[in-house]
């Protein structure tokens, strides 16, 4: 079992520039989040998906944030223009459906730079 | 939502017994008590969650108070890879209802 893959591992971009975090769920796990995790700020939700439907965004900061996931095996995280507070580590977790109690099981995280 | 309170942080002495208090003293009647723990440069993983009963599995053990307003992560004997961040989180009861990480408690562990 491969676990949660994300890509790339680390991306340092530029202010302003577009930045996309791919993510691919564990296979068969019908839920999908993405966190955000900064010192000042902890560990935060973004979004997530229930069967590729995103059933709370309520964490995304801002309209420079967008998530897709056009199927069930494939998600992305967009910033669009990025800026330098949206440095943070970015992890992607998936959970098996059933019960939301199941565990969820994270990614290794993509380390983003923007300067 | 009900929060949880833990100390900042712990040591222990490696192969001894270790006890991580979490307090939630506005814990619901529907909220779960998870705990992940997060190694360092990866991402958090699961060790347990418990709802009233106390709880087992390979990895620790989950001692819940009778009146569910704290509770005990219990790793049995303590190795250096257990050093991590280890996090109480009240879950809601509702299927979409999400998992809120707070601070953590850091664990060191000594050799």
């Known amino acids: 079992d491969a676990g949660v893959i994300q890509s790339p591992r680390h991306e340092v971009t530029e202010m302003g520039q577009e930045v996309t975090l791919r993510c691919k769920p564990i296979?068969?796990?019908?839920?999908l989040f993405w966190y955000r995790q900064t010192m000042m700020r902890g560990l935060e939700l973004l979004i997530y998906f229930n069967n590729n439907v995103p059933i709370d965004d309520s964490g995304m900061p801002e309209d420079r944030f967008s998530a897709k996931m056009p199927n069930a095996s494939f998600s992305t995280l967009k910033i669009q223009p990025s800026e330098p507070r949206d440095s943070a580590v970015y992890f992607c977790?998936?959970?098996?459906?059933?019960?939301?109690?199941?565990?969820?099981?994270f990614g290794p995280g993509t380390r983003l730079t923007v300067l | 939502d009900a929060k949880t309170t833990q100390p900042n942080s712990m040591e222990s002495n490696e192969e001894e017994p270790v006890h991580l208090p979490c307090n939630h003293s506005t814990i619901s009647g529907t909220d779960y008590i998870h705990w992940y723990r997060q190694l360092p440069s990866q991402g958090p993983e699961y060790v347990i969650h418990g709802l009233t009963s106390n709880v087992n599995n390979r990895m620790a053990s989950l001692a819940i108070a009778e009146d569910r307003k704290s509770s005990t992560l219990i790793l049995h004997r303590a190795t250096l890879r257990d050093a991590a961040v280890y996090y109480c989180?009240?879950?809601?009861?509702?299927?979409?209802?999400?998992?809120?990480f707070g601070k953590g408690i850091t664990l060191s562990v000594r050799p």
């Open positions: 977790a998936s959970r098996q459906g059933g019960h939301p109690n199941n565990e969820q099981f």
């Open positions: 989180i009240l879950r809601r009861t509702g299927a979409n209802s999400k998992l809120t």
């Open positions: 296979s068969g796990h019908n839920s």
